[in-house]
């Protein structure tokens, strides 16, 4: 079964740093470009980074209100995809998703984990 | 960044009942349109993909339609399992993006 799994969420002081993992089975990683999203609570859905697989250089790319404080990483031998947030801000409160991403289409994704910004 | 704009933002709708749901979007996306149902608590899950193709499991019942700038998702005989919300997205562009989601509720 192919699945996703997200872990690391809680609760964090703002400026302060959390690392998300997502771990994938079912299918072969490394063949994948991978992207998180998250939903604030009762908001929609919001883009937040990706990373293309290693054949296509493993490149990333972030939605401006993450730029230079989240980084995005694999590691294609664990088959787990990682989202490094730091000087995190109340506004970034909201369930993180991974996907799996296919031709640009998130087709699979992870159940969500909770990130809590508050003092 | 392209803006999606979905419509009605609420829908009330009777079980076995037809439901139409509209999405546009501000540039052509081509036929890079998906569809998702997100249930209260649950991850989205992907129901239709290059506007008119199901995802593996949907039922037959959900289909979609259009290109370029105007999508409509239609659901044929609601079941109770089909009141939720429902998300456009757009995956011509990067950076994706979603509509504000139409909430399909029983009437």
């Known amino acids: 079964e192919v699945q996703l799994v997200e872990s690391g969420g809680g609760l964090v002081q703002p400026g302060r740093s959390l690392r998300l993992s997502c771990t994938a089975s079912g299918f072969t990683f490394g063949d994948y470009a991978m992207s998180w999203f998250r939903q604030a609570p009762g908001k929609g859905l919001e883009w937040v980074s990706f990373?293309?697989?290693?054949?296509?250089?493993?490149?990333?790319e972030y939605a401006a209100s993450v730029k230079g404080r989240f980084t995005i990483s694999r590691d294609d031998s664990k088959s787990i995809a990682y989202l490094q947030m730091n000087s995190l801000k109340t506004e970034d409160t909201a369930v993180y998703y991974c996907t799996r991403v296919v031709g640009w289409l998130p087709d699979i994704w992870g159940q969500g984990t909770m990130v809590t910004v508050s003092s | 960044e392209i803006v999606m704009t979905q419509s009605p933002a609420t829908l009330s709708v009777s079980p076995g009942e037809r439901a139409t749901l509209s999405c546009g979007a501000s540039q052509s996306v081509s036929s890079n349109l998906a569809w998702y149902q997100q249930k209260p608590g649950q991850a989205p899950r992907l129901l239709i993909y290059g506007a008119s193709t199901r995802a593996t499991g949907i039922p037959a019942r959900f289909s979609g339609s259009g290109s370029g700038t105007e999508f409509t998702l239609t659901i044929s005989s609601l079941q109770s399992e089909d009141f939720a919300v429902y998300y456009c997205?757009?995956?011509?562009?990067?950076?994706?993006?979603f509509g504000q989601g139409t909430t399909l509720d029983i009437k």
């Open positions: 990373i293309r697989s290693k054949a296509f250089g493993g490149t990333t």
């Open positions: 997205q757009q995956y011509n562009n990067w950076p994706c993006s």
